[in-house]
């Protein structure tokens, strides 16, 4: 006998930010049988670790912490009668949208409507693994040093430093002071830091943290535990400048040197994935190349507030469960969309040109007083952003009419002047 | 004097330069620019004579499903008063169930705010 078969509406992986809210719109928009599928214990996701506030401010116009703001989803999931899976992991799915799945109970197939990935992200560690030196204990990702403080009651060290200027290590950084640590420094390799500005406001200058920009990491010190690393200057091709080497003490080092969707499964699936991004490629339903196969939120592509996943993911959910209806037509023509000068990505990368449509992007540097511009295959402007300031760290969301689309055949978005 | 500061009210955090005097009352705030908004220019006012921040902790639970449950501020207070909230929120445990908005801690060491809970914790083994 083979494993048991069952069959589902709109089937959402991940039951993080951008899960619970797909789900939720998936039934409002229709679905009636909608199941969430999340490996780990309970719902929330990285959401359930985030315990400091700035959490839907647009979506609820409150600040709320990280488990507060999932709340919010859990309950709707709950009231509107949504099953959910826990513990449960998802072995594969194929390009007829069958699902292999295990829990406790043991191994079951879900041959789905629509499927929604929305597996989210894990961190770099790479930067750490090239490193020289020895391998002492106290060296932790961000989130991982996160899980461990705020979740399971782990204080990671006394003195620390931490690599890279995410925006999670930048709030490790805080939480780290708060709880009484030292935080000697947060090193960058770029000119620029990667979170955004008002966590380095907050979360560095509020606690006096120094930020050394163009610098890094170069080796790490100590036998069983870190005693120590050296760091150095970079130059704009980020070598390391000779004679420029300092030794830091410390016990604990913090890597936030980035994020990458986990496409794994995706992958496997036959999705196409758009290396600029590491995540799907898609179109305006944000279906991916496998029909029937949505994506949304860090699992397309890393955000930097989870209120654009959850507005990303409303918008995955809304389209999963028009498509297990049956509502969807398919379509063979697309318009095409390209990052232009001075942008490092822009999504969704094809577009119907029959709706209104949301294009997500990042610039590729920071800068200043200049326009995001998108143009038609003529050169023609269709759309034309003012912005006083431009950073990378920065997801900027530009809504574009379909009014303003038409006679448009493939579409470039770029920064001017 | 110009005084460049960020505003961390919401995620935008605009680049803000503000026209700062010294009067007779103390620092006066002039002129505000590069704010998106008016709120910013509320907050370069505030930030430039008494910063308010807000923060999140998480206190012990005993008898819970996991061993902490998240705090916040259900206020910003002054920066200044910051490690002597924590001092207090240190202190606490609490038992479980403990519920979203439940008052942990009522005006900590006189500050103008209550800590309250940002998780449920359900009782260990069960509802
Ligand atoms: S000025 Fe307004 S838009 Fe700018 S960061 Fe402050 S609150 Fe946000």
């Known amino acids: 006998m083979g494993p048991k078969e069952l069959k589902k509406g709109v089937v959402v992986v991940g039951g993080g930010p951008a899960g619970l ?29 985030c315990i400091h506030d700035g959490f839907g401010l647009h979506r609820f116009k409150e600040a709320l912490s990280g488990p507060e703001y999932a709340q919010r989803f859990i309950d709707q999931v709950q009231d509107l009668g949504i099953e959910t899976l826990l513990n449960t992991m998802v072995l594969s799915i194929n390009d007829s949208r069958e699902i292999l799945a295990s829990s406790r109970e043991g191994l079951f197939r879900i041959r789905a409507g629509a499927v929604v990935l ?56 805080r939480r780290l002071a708060l709880e009484g640590a030292s935080v000697k420094g947060v090193y960058e390799i770029l000119p620029y830091p990667s979170g955004l500005p008002r966590n380095i406001q907050q979360c560095l200058k509020d606690f006096g943290i120094p930020l050394h920009l163009s610098t890094t990491v170069v080796e790490l010190h100590g036998r069983a535990r870190l005693k120590g690393v050296t760091v150095a200057r970079v130059d704009e091709a980020r070598r390391v400048i000779q004679g420029t080497e300092s030794f830091i003490p410390c016990d604990t080092l913090l890597l936030s040197v980035g994020l990458i969707p986990e496409n794994e499964l995706s992958r496997e699936a036959g999705v196409a994935i758009e290396p600029l991004t590491g995540g799907a490629l898609v179109d305006d339903t944000l279906m991916t190349s496998v029909e029937g196969v949505f994506s949304c939120g860090n699992v397309l592509h890393v955000h930097d507030l989870v209120d654009h996943v959850s507005e990303e993911a409303d918008m995955a959910g809304h389209f999963a469960a028009r498509f297990a209806v049956g509502e969807m037509k398919p379509r063979d023509s697309y318009i095409p969309i390209a990052p232009g000068r001075g942008v490092r990505y822009v999504l969704p990368q094809k577009i119907s040109g029959e709706m209104d449509v ?60 | 004097m110009k005084k460049e500061l960020v505003c961390v009210i919401c995620p935008n955090g605009c680049f803000l330069e503000a026209d700062v005097v010294q009067g007779e009352s103390g620092t006066e705030v002039r002129q505000v620019e590069g704010a998106l908004c008016k709120k910013g220019v509320k907050w370069a006012s505030q930030e430039l004579v008494e910063p308010l921040r807000t923060i999140a902790s998480s206190v012990l639970v ?66």
Request: charged share 25%; net charge positive.
């Open chain 1, 21 to 49: 809210a797909a789900a939720v719109s998936a039934k409002a928009s229709g679905c009636d049988d909608v199941v969430i599928i999340e490996r780990g214990r309970m719902l929330g996701g990285i959401l359930n670790q």
């Open chain 1, 118 to 173: 929305a597996m989210g992200c894990r961190e770099r560690t790479a930067g750490a693994i090239f490193l020289p030196g020895t391998r002492p204990a106290g060296v932790y990702t961000a989130g991982v040093a996160q899980n461990l403080i705020n979740l399971q009651n782990i204080m990671v060290g006394e003195e620390a430093v931490i690599m890279g200027s995410g925006d999670i290590g930048l709030i490790m950084a």
């Open chain 2, 62 to 127: 005993e008898g819970g499903e996991i061993p902490l449950a998240s705090v916040r501020t259900d206020q910003a207070i002054p920066l200044e008063a910051i490690g002597r909230v924590m001092e207090e929120i240190k202190k606490i445990t609490v038992r479980a169930p403990v519920r979203i908005g439940d008052v942990i801690l009522v005006r900590p060491s006189g500050a103008a705010c209550n800590i309250i809970a940002t998780r449920n914790v359900s009782p260990k083994g069960g509802q």
């Open chain 1, 358 to 417: 949301v294009i997500s992007l990042r610039v590729a540097e920071p800068m200043e007083q200049k326009a995001i511009v998108g143009r038609d295959q003529n050169g023609r402007g269709i759309f034309r952003k003012k912005q006083v300031k431009l950073h990378p760290a920065v997801m900027m969301r530009i809504k574009v009419k379909k009014e303003k689309l038409q006679g448009v055949s493939s579409m470039e978005v770029g920064v001017e002047g």
